[in-house]
């Protein structure tokens, strides 16, 4: 990473502190968003796309910062499509109570997802077993349908 300069020299104009890239780096995980992530250290989303353009090591902890968030994410919305979230119920614009929903759309979404690292099947092999899975994944969805009081 660059070196510490001062965080605000007698030109007024802010610098990329280790401090300060490292609080980016950790908002940056926490959020997935760049834009906000430079705003919340008081910085521009310009200036932080030009420090990762020039230092190799800030693109690295970025990248590393960025996958982090990506596997928070990923697990939160797994959590959901797995275990469902509480969703207020509204009369006349007042909570009255909570249903416990559960999106088949999430789920279905992070099954077509992109993996990471992951050994992804031959297109041959996708044709090949489509019919299991679309069996597999009826049932599942048949299933989730059922425990939230439908018919299956």
């Known amino acids: 990473m660059d070196e510490p300069t001062s965080p605000t020299p007698a030109n007024g104009i802010k610098r990329w502190t280790l401090d300060r890239q490292a609080e980016f780096l950790g908002h940056l995980t926490m959020t997935c968003n760049v834009r906000a992530s430079a705003r919340a250290v008081g910085m521009s989303e310009q200036s932080v796309h030009r ?86 994944i009826e049932a599942k969805l048949s299933e989730m349908n059922k425990r939230l009081g439908g018919n299956g």
């Not at 690295?60 to 275990?83: I, P, S, T």
């Not at 207020?88 to 614009?93: P, R």
């Open 51 to 136: 420090l990762r353009l020039r230092s190799p090591e800030f693109r690295a902890a970025w990248e590393a910062a960025r996958d982090e968030g990506y596997v928070r994410l990923e697990l939160m919305l797994l959590e959901r499509a797995l275990n469902g979230f509480e969703k207020a119920i509204l009369k006349d614009g007042r909570p009255v109570g909570t249903i416990k929903e559960i999106s088949d759309r999430l789920g279905l979404a992070l099954l077509h997802a992109p993996r990471r690292g992951t050994h992804r099947p031959r297109p041959t092999d996708i044709r090949r077993d489509r019919a299991e899975m679309r069996r597999r």
